[in-house]
């Protein structure tokens, strides 16, 4: 019953754009911080960004800083990653996780994850 659910992956051409939405479902978002990962083919899931339960607090990856913001509208129970000038790097499937803290996030320390979305970017 308590589940998320990633949407808005799919194939973009270098230089576009994305958005990655994170639904919450028999619970409610407000209440934790949510952060997402990828994981590429043959490579180490790696976190990307995460936002504080207050929605304060953020974190970003050196590599997404200026191209990726990271949202949340409580009242949707829902999280967002917008994604800009996407390069070929990015290629993943991007997963988002609910937590008590930013910090706990980022030590896989979660208490709700998702299935993971596909985003392809490709020429």
């Known amino acids: 019953q308590l589940q998320l659910v990633e949407s808005g992956g799919g194939l973009v051409q270098p230089g576009g754009s994305l958005t990655l939405s994170c639904s919450a479902s028999?619970?409610?978002?407000?209440?934790?911080?949510i952060g997402w990962f990828r994981q590429a083919p043959g490579k180490e899931r790696e976190a990307i960004s995460c936002i504080s339960r207050p929605g304060g607090g953020t974190y970003y990856r050196e590599s997404v800083k200026g191209r990726f913001t990271i949202s949340r509208d409580n009242a949707k129970n829902t999280g967002y990653l917008q994604m800009n000038n996407l390069k070929p790097e990015d290629t993943a499937v991007y997963y988002c996780a609910a937590g008590r803290t930013i910090d706990d996030i980022l030590k896989n320390n979660f208490d709700y994850w998702g299935q993971g979305t596909q985003v392809t970017v490709s020429s």
């Open positions: 028999g619970f409610t978002l407000e209440y934790y911080a």
